[in-house]
């Protein structure tokens, strides 16, 4: 099982870090991703990082300003979101899978969710 925490309301600009740690399974298997959802749009992808942490991919528009990482001593992986902007406004999922990817299907895991609302 996922769980996802640390979302919230934040100002435009701001930052948050969400955790998604696991119970019942070990996640130093897995590569994991994160992905969100806004109202009334299809789920897309943000950041994916390999099983060791040694590889990171992110979706152009959050390049530069959010960073995905993991402690797999802890069994949790984090998305540290800097320069916060209404646009990533959006329920934001972790989820893990066999292999690092950008889509959605390559994941066999996923959490509930955790709402990020970005004021401006």
């Known amino acids: 099982q996922l769980v996802e925490s640390g979302g919230g309301l934040v100002q435009a600009g701001g930052s948050l870090r969400l955790s998604c740690a696991a119970s019942?399974?070990?996640?130093?298997?897995?590569?994991m991703g994160w992905f969100r959802q806004a109202p009334g749009k299809e789920r897309e992808f943000v950041a994916t990082i390999s099983r060791s942490g040694g590889s990171t991919v992110y979706a152009d528009s959050v390049k530069g300003r959010f960073t995905i990482s993991r402690d797999n001593a802890k069994n949790t992986v984090y998305l540290q979101m800097n320069s916060l902007k209404p646009e990533d406004t959006a329920v934001f999922y972790c989820a893990a899978g066999s292999l690092m990817g950008w889509e959605s299907k390559g994941y066999a895991y996923w959490g509930q969710g955790t709402l990020v609302t970005v004021s401006s």
């Open positions: 019942g399974r070990t996640l130093r298997s897995y590569a």
